[in-house]
C-alpha cells in the first residue's frame, strides 16, 4: 500500500494538474488496449521489466495518456523517483474530479479508495490547479519511495471521472518489487 499512494498521488498530479502546458504537438494517436494490467499488450501500453502500464480507457475519454515515464527504472524502494508524464486533455476538467484508485498484490485487495483530483493537486501545491484547460501536457513530479516497500507485484488501477462522473481516464500500473538476483 506504501508503493501505491505516491505512485498514484505522482499521476494524479501530474496527470491532471501539476502540468505545464507544452506547444501542441503531433495529435495524440489513439490505440484502445484490453484494460489488462499485464502491460504486454499492443496499444497504449509499455511494458519493462519491472514495472508497465496500460491507458485502458476509450476515446471518448477526457485524458488520453502518452507516454509515462520514470527514473529510475525500475523503481527502487527508499529512493526518489521521477515521473515524466505526456498526454492530452480533451476538454476542461472541473473541480470536483475524482479518481477511484484500488491497489492489489496478486489477488488480494490493499486499498480501494476515492480522491479528489483538484484536491490532490492543491494539496502537493501544483503549479496548475482546476479547472484544467483542453490542451497537450508533459509533467514532471518527483517524490520519495519508502525503504518499507514488501517484495511483490503491486497492480494500481486508476478510474479517473469528471465532476459529472463521465469517465475521465483509465490508467492500470503494475510494478514488481518482487527480489530480482
Known sequence: ???A???FSALLVALAHNAAATTPQTPLQYRPSSC???GLELGGAKALSEWSWVDCGTETDVVHLRSLDISPDP??????LTVKVNGTVERRVEDGAWVDVVVKIGVIKLLARKFDICEEAENANATVQCPV???EY?????FDLPKEIPPGKFTVLLRGYTVEDEPMFCLDIVADFRHRK
Request: glycine residues 8%.
Open 1 to 3: 500500500m506504501q508503493l
Open 5 to 7: 499512494i505516491p505512485i
Open 36 to 38: 489488462s494490467p499485464t
Open 75 to 80: 523503481p527502487v524502494p527508499g529512493k526518489e
Open 133 to 135: 484547460e483542453k490542451g
Open 138 to 142: 508533459a509533467v514532471t513530479q518527483s
